[in-house]
């Protein structure tokens, strides 16, 4: 047979399962709420409250084997007690997605599964921690297989000329009596031509260098420029195009130098 809660007052009201002690204190109460406070901490639209007077956790065990448990101690928390992990799992889609919302319902964060592993959606992903060395981000092949793990950087938007496509920032603070962030070190790529069939590149590398950050060194097209953003072209060839001085040297002795000509 069933046990059945049955509302009493059709204007409003619940029917609840209560627990008292032997002071007759509510220890606590399963309802739903029909109304905002109708059941503790209930709201409207029909929610279904678990509440206690008490305890912080609400414990779902197999007869007396903890499985999994709900604990509101210090922040929320979803804990899987034999390690096992959480599963998430949709009914009618074969790619669920877990979805971070603020408090006004809005959409912060998402992580859905795809064919290709997980997409994440919504804003920036940050890795932080206080312990010396971290935190690592490793990207780990464990096949038996001849080609490594990727990191791509893609602009899957219209194409135009000059776009960026990736930029690596290298950021530290410096020792000011209130500290700023500084940019000590770039690499980026830029996108000089996107005409299909001929399209060109320019990589970037940058440093800091007397409080001023700069290209030190570009990659342009099959050119290669140390101190020039524009390095020459070789006619048919690739050409190494330095500007300033080339020195070389072993164990500190200058051997001689090489002087551009511009």
Same mark, same amino acid.
């Given at each position: 047979?069933?046990?059945?809660?049955?509302?009493?007052?059709?204007?409003?009201?619940?029917?609840?399962?209560?627990?008292?002690?032997?002071?007759?204190?509510?220890?606590?109460?399963?309802?739903?709420?029909?109304?905002?406070?109708?059941?503790?901490?209930?709201?409207?639209?029909?929610?279904?409250?678990?509440?206690?007077?008490?305890?912080?956790?609400?414990?779902?065990?197999?007869?007396?084997?903890?499985?999994?448990?709900?604990?509101?101690?210090?922040?929320?928390?979803?804990? &899987?007690?034999?390690?096992?992990? @959480?599963?998430?799992?949709?009914?009618? %889609?074969?790619?669920?997605? +877990?979805? !971070? =919302?603020? #408090?006004?319902?809005?959409?912060?964060?998402?992580?859905?599964?795809?064919?290709?592993?997980?997409?994440?959606?919504?804003?920036?992903?940050?890795?932080?921690?206080?312990?010396? &060395?971290?935190?690592?981000?490793? @990207?780990?092949?464990?096949?038996?297989? %001849?080609?490594?793990?990727? +990191?791509? !950087? =893609?602009? #899957?938007?219209?194409?135009?000329?000059?776009?960026?496509?990736?930029?690596?920032?290298?950021?530290?603070?410096?020792?000011?009596?209130?500290?700023?962030?500084?940019?000590?070190?770039?690499?980026?790529?830029?996108?000089?031509?996107?005409?299909?069939?001929?399209?060109?590149?320019?990589?970037?590398?940058?440093?800091? #260098?007397?409080?001023?950050?700069?290209?030190?060194?570009?990659?342009?097209?099959?050119?290669?420029?140390?101190?020039?953003?524009?390095?020459?072209?070789?006619?048919?060839?690739?050409?190494?195009?330095?500007?300033?001085?080339?020195?070389?040297?072993?164990?500190?002795?200058?051997?001689?130098?090489?002087?551009?000509?511009?």
């Amino acid at each position: 047979g069933n046990l059945a809660l049955k509302e009493q007052n059709t204007t409003g009201g619940s029917a609840s399962l209560l627990y008292h002690d032997t002071d007759d204190s509510l220890l606590w109460t399963i309802g739903v709420a029909r109304t905002t406070n109708e059941i503790e901490t209930g709201s409207a639209n029909l929610d279904l409250v678990l509440a206690s007077a008490y305890a912080s956790n609400i414990i779902f065990a197999n007869k007396t084997t903890e499985s999994m448990r709900i604990s509101s101690t210090g922040h929320t928390q979803i804990i &899987a007690a034999d390690g096992s992990g @959480l599963a998430l799992k949709s009914a009618s %889609s074969s790619n669920p997605k +877990l979805t !971070f =919302l603020d #408090s006004g319902g809005g959409t912060k964060f998402a992580i859905q599964a795809s064919t290709s592993g997980a997409t994440f959606s919504g804003g920036d992903v940050e890795i932080t921690s206080s312990t010396d &060395a971290k935190p690592i981000l490793t @990207l780990e092949q464990t096949g038996d297989n %001849s080609n490594a793990g990727q +990191l791509i !950087f =893609l602009t #899957s938007g219209a194409a135009n000329d000059n776009d960026d496509s990736g930029v690596i920032r290298f950021r530290g603070m410096n020792d000011a009596g209130t500290p700023e962030e500084i940019e000590y070190a770039t690499i980026y790529v830029n996108h000089d031509d996107v005409s299909d069939g001929s399209e060109d590149a320019t990589m970037f590398f940058r440093t800091q #260098s007397g409080g001023s950050l700069g290209s030190r060194m570009v990659i342009k097209s099959s050119n290669v420029g140390i101190g020039t953003e524009l390095p020459a072209s070789g006619g048919s060839g690739s050409t190494l195009h330095i500007r300033n001085n080339l020195y070389l040297g072993s164990s500190g002795a200058v051997h001689g130098s090489i002087n551009s000509d511009d």
